[in-house]
C-alpha cells in the first residue's frame, strides 16, 4: 500500500517499522527544542508530517507501550483517527499520566500508526431492534464477577 507523505517540516522524520511483522509504524517528534510535559498536562507533538491515506484506509494513531508503560506518556484522546480526507499536519496530543515531568526530545518516538480499513455505515432509525439472549445487558453483565 503506498501512502503519499508530505514534509512540512525539512527536520521531520519519515515513519518507520521497527520489525519486519509490526503493525505500527513509529511517529517522530519535530520539535526545535525538547518539550516539558508536566505532571497530569496536555501537550501537543507536532510530527512535521501530512500525509495521504488511500480512500478506505484510516490511520489510528496509539500509545508506544513503552513510553507509556516506562514514562507514563500516552496520547491524551487514546486513539487518534486520522481520515483519510485529512490533509493537516500530523499531531500527537500526548497526555504525563505521571507525577513527574517527562521531556520529549527531537525526533523522539512519540505514538505509532497502524493503518486500516474502515466502513462507513448507513443509519436507519427503527422502532424495534432484534432480540438476543443478551439483550440490554452490558458493563460486565457477561461476565461471572
Known amino acids: 500500500m503506498l501512502v503519499r507523505i508530505k ?6 522524520v519519515i515513519p518507520s517499522y521497527g520489525s519486519e511483522f509490526a503493525a505500527g509504524c513509529d511517529l517522530y517528534a519535530c520539535l526545535d527544542n525538547p518539550i516539558i510535559v ?15 491515506l488511500p480512500i478506505d484506509k484510516v490511520g ?10 516506562k514514562r507514563s506518556l500516552a496520547p491524551a484522546n487514546k486513539v487518534g483517527v486520522i481520515d483519510a480526507d485529512y490533509r493537516g499536519e500530523i499531531i500527537v496530543a500526548i497526555h504525563n499520566h505521571s507525577d513527574e515531568p517527562q521531556q520529549i526530545d527531537n525526533h523522539e518516538r512519540v505514538a505509532q500508526l497502524v493503518i486500516a480499513p474502515y466502513y462507513q455505515a448507513t443509519f436507519e432509525e427503527v422502532d424495534e431492534l432484534s432480540d438476543t439472549k443478551r439483550g440490554t445487558g452490558g458493563f460486565g453483565s457477561t461476565g461471572s464477577k
Do not use: C, D, F
Open 7 to 12: 514534509k512540512l517540516n525539512e527536520n521531520a
Open 38 to 52: 508536566n505532571p497530569h498536562q496536555t501537550v501537543k507533538i507536532p510530527t512535521g508530517l501530512a500525509m495521504e
Open 60 to 69: 489510528l494513531i496509539y500509545a508506544r507501550s513503552g513510553l507509556a508503560t
